[in-house]
């Protein structure tokens, strides 16, 4: 057995095989990285833009406050929940093909969304476009993968990649203020559609796959209690944020859903063709980068919630104003992923980049826990975005590069969705998580605040001084939250530091950890 057979780290200076020394490097490459990066910065995006236009898109289709949450959860939880199913689903059929129907497939449901008359016709075609979403991501990274094979190529190539994977959340934030505000929520998904079309013509005309597929099948035991384990989890997750975490059916769900994951672990040491081979996992570069993605998303994710509503309910910003204030965090990550990381890695060791990276996004957010209800936009808002945008560039680039190098052809497609299950997992617990925190903390503060200033004026409560106590205690429930999120990003640190021991890539292609194919066959 070979050592990539057994989940070993692939060797620094390796031999390629044969297949990709004959490959001769597609001429129209880069056109297809500017295909895929467009798919791919629709699926992040997506996940924020809506949240800008939600309070118009409750207005109009007269949504419940208790229903509203559907609108982000019915998209994350087909998103999340099967993403491994996605990935699995690539491999067997083709990343082409599925990244075309994918694109498609996302197109119909985001106009299905726009023109919509219900809450409930809303809420099923956000569900759509995640299921969707969940075929389109992973086979985008995964022709990623395969295309770009050369050090200082693939370095680059990934730079731009994790430069839209850190960025697209708060793009999503800008292109939701732009649209609700001078269009209408209704185009946060309509704007769907013309990016998917250029998208799909790109597609047809730039990327390539290889026609062979041997070997690949279709686990289905493992693809209901994957699927359903993380469908639970992610459930679980968003039902904290209204019920609680001792509802007991957060409880439920979220013991559930890790009951699943075990019996998940466990047919998958058995299954003749497993849906998620578990020596991509057990290598241990690959199970560091897919934590330090996880933990990172928690804390980012995080961030953003609080930063929405503190520049918007504190400081009185409006939906516009509110994504611009985000935009020095967006060109922050762009540069730390293509300028710096970009350059670096086939230089630098990963985890050089990773945990400088994430020490760099702690200290960012550990400045906005200062935060007051005064503004404060200059002096803690922005230097924290910058260091927090400047982080995370350099985390998300290595974080992919490594966690797709070294494996088989036949697995990319699943490698790829499990990069992108942790983001979405990471991102959902950290935001439930989170916010559980600072809204309890809030009330906590706000109670105990209140009844200290009804002593003091002999129980009267000026609607001015009411208002004052509720915003300090809303300001001091974000900047708890936003502690634990600086905490978490330590920990990334420390993992991504501890775990992920590779060296710096080679200038030339990287090995696959399994047997050689046969010469290239476009599709």
């Not at 390539?208 to 041997?214: C, K, L, M």
Request: net charge positive.
């Amino acid at each position: 057995m070979s050592d990539a057979s057994r989940g070993d780290a692939p060797p620094t200076a390796p031999t390629p095989p044969s297949w990709a020394a004959q490959a001769e490097p597609d001429p129209r490459r880069w056109w297809g990285l500017v295909v895929i990066a467009l798919a791919q910065l629709m699926v992040v995006l997506d996940a924020t833009i809506v949240n800008i236009a939600l309070p118009s898109a409750q207005r109009a289709l007269d949504m419940s406050d208790a229903n509203r949450q559907w609108v982000i959860t019915a998209y994350t939880l087909a998103f999340g929940g099967l993403l491994l199913l996605g990935g699995r689903i690539a491999d067997l059929v083709g990343r082409k093909r599925t990244f075309i129907i994918g694109l498609i497939g996302f197109a119909i449901a985001s106009g299905l969304g726009g023109a919509a008359t219900s809450s409930w016709q809303l809420f099923g075609a956000r569900a759509l476009q995640g299921a969707f979403g969940a075929l389109l991501a992973p086979s985008a990274l995964s022709l990623l993968t395969t295309t770009f094979t050369i050090g200082k190529e693939r370095s680059k190539a990934f730079g731009i990649y994790g430069a839209i994977a850190g960025g697209g959340a708060a793009i999503g934030l800008i292109m939701g203020g732009l649209l609700t505000e001078y269009l209408s929520w209704r185009w946060c998904l309509y704007v769907n559609i013309p990016v998917a079309a250029i998208a799909l013509l790109g597609a047809l005309v730039f990327l390539h796959d290889r026609a062979d597929r041997g070997g690949v099948h279709l686990d289905i035991p493992g693809a209901v209690l994957g699927c359903g384990g993380l469908v639970a989890i992610v459930y679980g997750c968003g039902e904290a944020q209204p019920r609680g975490w001792g509802d007991p059916l957060v409880i439920g769900t979220l013991v559930g859903g890790a009951l699943l994951l075990v019996l998940f672990t466990w047919w998958q040491t058995r299954a003749r063709h497993p849906l998620l081979p578990l020596h991509i996992v057990r290598e241990r570069n690959r199970a560091g980068s897919f934590l330090t993605m996880g933990l990172a998303l928690m804390a980012l994710f995080g961030m953003f919630l609080f930063m929405t509503y503190y520049l918007q309910v504190v400081l009185g910003y409006s939906p516009l104003k509110t994504g611009l204030a985000f935009l020095p965090m967006t060109a922050a990550i762009i540069v730390g992923s293509t300028q710096i990381s970009a350059r670096l890695l086939h230089r630098l060791a990963p985890r050089l980049l990773m945990a400088p990276g994430a020490v760099l996004a702690a200290i960012g957010l550990f400045l906005l826990t200062f935060l007051t209800a005064e503004p404060a936009y200059v002096s803690h808002v922005l230097p924290a975005e910058l260091l927090v945008g400047l982080g995370m560039g350099l985390i998300f680039m290595p974080v992919m590069a490594t966690a797709t190098a070294g494996v088989a052809f036949h697995d990319s497609g699943v490698t790829s969705a499990t990069v992108n299950t942790a983001q979405q997992v990471g991102g959902s617990i950290g935001t439930a998580l989170l916010n559980t925190i600072a809204t309890s903390t809030s009330a906590v503060y706000i109670g105990s605040h209140l009844a200290d200033a009804a002593r003091r004026n002999a129980g009267r409560l000026t609607p001015a001084l009411r208002d004052g106590v509720v915003k300090d205690g809303v300001v001091h429930g974000f900047t708890v939250a936003i502690g634990v999120a600086s905490a978490i990003m330590l920990l990334a640190a420390v993992i991504s530091w501890l775990m992920v021991t590779a060296r710096a890539p080679q200038h030339g292609p990287l090995p696959e950890s399994g047997s050689p194919k046969p010469t290239d066959a476009p599709v």
